[in-house]
């Protein structure tokens, strides 16, 4: 197995968990030699499998070489301006230096990919699925002048009049620029696989020019996840509770005396498991209930007696389920740096929620991931069966939906059946997809967001550049070792608290 080969499948792993949390995969060069061009190539490629669009990798590939190679191109042209003293954005200063820039930059490639490199000028790509939609973008931080931005729509508009390669090839030609031909066959790519000009975008900043493809996800693997989580919520009532831990609470309620409602919360605090069984009985009192300790002091003793006690249908024990445990333990620690964040952020005055409400947040937002980690055999057949229903996409289905993939979203739908508040519902399915939870919630959601990339990041599993930039802004953090210092005082407090150490690495 060559170096490449072997950085592939270390990196695989990587991909793999990035899909399933819906995370930005980035890749950054500076001048981009032919191995680099071959390895993001060979990590869209692994990235589409993930995805299960294996037979989009053909036409994607050309389509991303040709992105490369355009962002490559505008920033040689940056620094052949400069060093030619030319302004790139004065008219007559770009028709004069576009005469020889072709020329020059072929014959001396290496001395222009050298001030590239020292002009800080990146090519970066970013590869992201986000519920049903799939993102591949090239960004480079040359911005477009006029001319530019009016050669690219040119050719978005004049794309129509094609159906065909060899058309496009005989009709276009523009040496100075390459005749924008990458773009119209770009266009003819994506309707070759049933999509138009609409799913590519151009956008100009003042600080990048992004370069973005839009993909649906297949609408029957996605329609089949949907379906699935559902079914599997409604299939079978019931909450996958760890044997040890439930014996641990049953002696605290199964007294002859009063429950010691104390130490039944400190018990069921730390276990997501645990910790949703009251509220089932607590909404049907109060449909907004989302306080634990609230949910417990609703309840009478004989209730609480019931609910963690063998002869409760909803309960099922698990045993020796190491995967299951440590989504438990993720959940708890998600839940007290949540906690913690919460107290630290600037904006809390500004949130209706309180604490007690942010670390319950926290623990929940692995409730779909803790359902499908202890899903029973019967759960398994019967979701299995159905996705025998698609029988070109039922593999797919499944394996989007039990690895992860659809936890998130799982947790939302579990939680209106189990009938929290939607505003609830809502915050679960948002700190993986930012972008689209509305800005009135942005500062809060971001804080669940933030709590679970430390624990991700802290085992190892994701990357600082997958953290959101805005996120970080909000509590003043820029760097990496800024975002470690933050880190070091939430394990050390977890550990202190819960007496267990927070990081422990697979």
Same mark, same amino acid.
């Given at each position: 197995?060559? $170096?490449?080969?072997?950085?592939?499948?270390?990196?695989?792993?990587?991909?793999?968990?990035?899909?399933?949390?819906?995370?930005?995969?980035?890749?950054?060069?500076?001048?981009?030699?032919?191995?680099?061009?071959?390895?993001?190539?060979?990590?869209?490629?692994?990235?589409?499998?993930?995805?299960?669009?294996?037979?989009?990798?053909?036409?994607?590939?050309?389509? *991303?070489?040709?992105?490369?190679?355009?962002?490559?191109?505008?920033?040689?042209?940056?620094?052949?301006?400069?060093?030619?003293?030319?302004?790139?954005?004065?008219?007559?200063?770009?028709? #004069?230096?576009?005469?020889?820039?072709?020329?020059?930059?072929?014959?001396?490639?290496?001395?222009?990919?050298?001030?590239?490199?020292?002009?800080?000028?990146?090519?970066?790509?970013?590869?992201?699925?986000?519920?049903?939609?799939?993102?591949?973008?090239?960004?480079?931080?040359?911005? *477009?002048?006029?001319? !530019?931005?009016?050669?690219?729509?040119?050719?978005?508009?004049?794309?129509?009049?094609?159906?065909?390669?060899?058309?496009?090839?005989?009709?276009?030609?523009?040496?100075?620029?390459?005749?924008?031909?990458?773009?119209?066959?770009?266009?003819?790519?994506?309707?070759?696989?049933?999509? +138009?000009?609409?799913?590519?975008?151009?956008? +100009?900043?003042?600080?990048?020019?992004?370069?973005?493809?839009?993909?649906?996800?297949?609408?029957?693997?996605?329609?089949g996840v949907e379906m699935l989580s559902y079914e599997f919520?409604?299939? $079978? =009532?019931?909450?996958?509770?760890?044997? @040890? @831990?439930?014996?641990?609470?049953?002696?605290?309620?199964?007294?002859?005396?009063?429950?010691?409602?104390?130490?039944?919360y400190e018990c069921v605090r730390k276990n997501l498991a645990? @910790?949703?069984?009251?509220?089932?009985?607590?909404?049907?009192?109060?449909?907004?209930?989302?306080?634990?300790?609230?949910?417990?002091?609703?309840?009478?003793?004989?209730?609480?007696?019931?609910?963690? @006690?063998?002869?409760?249908?909803?309960?099922?024990?698990?045993?020796?389920?190491?995967?299951?445990?440590?989504?438990?333990?993720?959940?708890?620690?998600?839940?007290?740096?949540?906690?913690? *964040?919460?107290?630290? +952020?600037?904006?809390?005055?500004?949130?209706?929620?309180?604490?007690?409400?942010?670390? *319950?947040?926290?623990?929940?937002?692995?409730?779909?991931?803790?359902?499908?980690?202890?899903?029973?055999?019967?759960?398994?057949?019967?979701?299995? !069966?159905?996705?025998?229903?698609?029988?070109?996409?039922?593999?797919?289905?499944?394996?989007?939906?039990?690895?992860?993939?659809?936890?998130?979203?799982?947790?939302?739908?579990?939680?209106?059946?189990?009938?929290?508040?939607?505003?609830?519902?809502?915050?679960?399915?948002?700190?993986?997809?930012?972008?689209?939870?509305?800005?009135? =919630?942005?500062?809060?959601? $971001?804080?669940?967001?933030?709590? !679970?990339?430390?624990?991700?990041?802290?085992?190892?599993?994701?990357?600082?550049?997958?953290?959101?930039?805005?996120?970080? #802004?909000?509590?003043?953090?820029?760097?990496?070792?800024?975002?470690?210092?933050?880190?070091?005082?939430?394990?050390?407090?977890? $550990?202190? !608290?819960?007496?267990?150490?927070?990081?422990?690495?697979?």
């Open positions: 197995m060559d $170096e490449l080969q072997e950085q592939l499948k270390i990196d695989r792993e990587k991909i793999k968990i990035s899909v399933g949390l819906q995370l930005p995969i980035e890749m950054t060069t500076y001048t981009l030699p032919r191995n680099t061009e071959a390895y993001i190539r060979n990590v869209m490629e692994i990235f589409l499998e993930e995805c299960h669009q294996d037979h989009l990798k053909e036409y994607l590939n050309f389509c *991303l070489s040709e992105l490369l190679t355009n962002s490559k191109k505008a920033n040689t042209k940056r620094v052949y301006f400069k060093e030619k003293g030319l302004d790139i954005n004065n008219p007559q200063d770009y028709e #004069k230096g576009m005469e020889n820039f072709k020329m020059d930059t072929l014959t001396n490639i290496d001395h222009y990919l050298e001030l590239q490199k020292k002009a800080g000028l990146y090519i970066k790509l970013s590869l992201r699925i986000q519920a049903d939609k799939i993102y591949i973008e090239i960004r480079n931080n040359s911005t *477009l002048t006029v001319f !530019e931005k009016e050669r690219i729509q040119q050719k978005l508009d004049s794309v129509q009049q094609y159906k065909e390669m060899d058309e496009v090839l005989t009709s276009v030609l523009d040496q100075s620029e390459g005749a924008g031909l990458g773009i119209i066959i770009i266009i003819l790519m994506l309707q070759k696989v049933g999509l +138009s000009k609409e799913n590519y975008q151009v956008i +100009s900043t003042d600080e990048e020019t992004i370069t973005r493809i839009i993909l649906p996800c297949n609408s029957t693997v996605f329609a919520v409604n299939f $079978e =009532d019931t909450v996958p509770i760890l044997k @040890s @831990s439930f014996e641990e609470v049953n002696k605290i309620v199964n007294t002859d005396g009063p429950v010691d409602r104390n130490a039944l645990l @910790s949703i069984l009251p509220f089932k009985y607590a909404l049907e009192q109060d449909k907004k209930c989302f306080n634990l300790q609230k949910s417990i002091a609703m309840l009478s003793d004989y209730d609480l007696k019931f609910i963690y @006690s063998d002869s409760n249908p909803r309960n099922r024990l698990v045993e020796n389920n190491d995967y299951y445990e440590g989504i438990l333990f993720h959940a708890r620690k998600v839940a007290y740096y949540t906690y913690n *964040l919460y107290k630290n +952020s600037p904006y809390k005055d500004s949130f209706p929620q309180d604490e007690a409400y942010m670390y *319950l947040a926290g623990l929940f937002n692995s409730l779909g991931a803790m359902l499908l980690a202890g899903a029973g055999k019967n759960q398994i057949e019967y979701i299995t !069966e159905l996705a025998k229903q698609y029988p070109e996409h039922g593999d797919n289905i499944l394996d989007m939906f039990i690895h992860r993939n659809a936890a998130t979203y799982l947790s939302m739908v579990a939680a209106r059946c189990y009938g929290f508040d939607m505003g609830v519902c809502y915050d679960l399915v948002g700190w993986n997809g930012l972008s689209r939870v509305p800005e009135y =919630d942005i500062k809060r959601v $971001e804080i669940l967001h933030i709590a !679970e990339m430390i624990d991700f990041y802290s085992r190892g599993m994701v990357d600082f550049y997958q953290v959101d930039r805005e996120a970080l #802004k909000d509590f003043g953090i820029k760097t990496e070792g800024e975002f470690k210092a933050m880190i070091a005082p939430l394990i050390e407090g977890y $550990e202190k !608290e819960f007496g267990e150490p927070a990081v422990v690495k697979k």
